[in-house]
C-alpha cells in the first residue's frame, strides 16, 4: 500500500511528453511557499470549501462532536479529530475532503494503464511526484519495478532531502531526475526549510557518480534565493555535476494559497517583493555561460 493523494492524467509538465503523476502524501521538509500544502504532512488531511458547503449536516452527523453549524457556518475543531475517516466522502456537495488514502499497488497500475496509448503517442510516461517520493514505504520500489516490467518512462520530482540509502535502489530504475535545488547555502536552506543542504547536495554528486539523468530544478524564490549572487552560486553547483546539461528555473507563484485556507492554515509566505529588472535575463545569461540549457518553468 502506498500513501497518496492524486493521480493527474494527461499531464504535459513534470517530464517529457503526455504523463500521468502519481502524487505521494508526506515530505520531510517545511517550505512555506509551497504550492500542494495537503502534500506535507504523512497523515490525511481535511479540506473544507465553504463556497460549496449547502449545510446538508451529514458531516455533523458523522463527526464526534468536532463539527458543528453556528449561525449558517460550518465550524471545524480540527485538533480534536482523533479519525478523519468517518468523514471521507461524507458531504454530498464535496465541500468536504479527504487528501491522502493509501492505495494497493495494483490499484495505481491500473490507473497508469488507461494512458498506455498516450505514452507511446508522446514518449510520455509516469511521474512520481509529491510530496516526497522517496520518503514513502519500500512499496514504492515495487512499483518501479512492476513499471519497469511494463517498459513505462519512469520519472521522479524529488527534493533529494532523504538519506542516500532511501536513493540508492532506485538509481538505475528512474529514467529521469527531475531534482530541487533550492539553495547551497547551508544557514539559510535550513531556516527556510528546516532541512540540510549538506544533504541536498551530497545526493546530486552521488547521482552524478552514478551518471543518472538529472535535470536539475531551481525554485524562483523572492526572499530566499532570487538574487543574481545566490543564483550563481546555485547555478555554478549544477554546473560542477557532469551528468546534468539542463537547468529549469520554476517562478514562484501564489496559487496554492487557497488551498491553506481550505485546509484552516495561514499562507506564511507572501513575498510580493519584484526582482531587479533585468535580473532574470542575466540569471539565464550565466546559466548559459557555464553551457548549461535552461528552461523556465518544468
Known sequence: MLNIFNIQRFSTHD???????????????????CSNPESRSYKSDLLYDKRLCQQFGECVKASNGELHFEKDLLIINRELITDIERLRDICPAKALTIAGK????????????????FYSQSNGGVTLTGGEPFAQDWNLLDLVHELKA??????????????????????????????DLKHVDSDKFRKFTGGSAELVMSNFRRLNALNAHVIVRIPVIPGFNHTLPEMK????????????????????????????????????????????????????????????????GG
Not at 521522479?156 to 540508492?168: D, N
Not at 554546473?239 to 485556507?261: Q, R
Request: include cysteine.
Open 233 to 296: 552560486q546555485i547555478i555554478d553547483f549544477a554546473a560542477t555535476l557532469s551528468s546534468v546539461n539542463e537547468v529549469n528555473f520554476i517562478p514562484y507563484h501564489a496559487l496554492g494559497e487557497g488551498k491553506y485556507k481550505l485546509m484552516g492554515l495561514d499562507y506564511k509566505y507572501k513575498n510580493s517583493s519584484k526582482p531587479p529588472p533585468g535580473e532574470m535575463e542575466d540569471i539565464i545569461e550565466y546559466t548559459k555561460s557555464k553551457k548549461l540549457q535552461y528552461k523556465i
Open 15 to 33: 517530464g517529457e511528453g503526455i504523463r500521468t503523476n502519481v502524487f505521494f502524501k508526506g515530505c520531510p521538509l517545511n517550505c512555506p511557499w
Open 102 to 117: 493509501r492505495k494497493t499497488i495494483d490499484y495505481i497500475i491500473e490507473k497508469i494503464e488507461k494512458d498506455l496509448s
Open 150 to 179: 511494463k517498459e513505462i518512462d519512469i520519472s521522479v520530482e524529488t527534493s533529494l532531502y532523504v538519506p542516500w540509502e532511501r536513493i540508492e535502489p532506485y538509481a538505475g530504475l528512474i529514467d529521469c531526475w527531475l531534482a
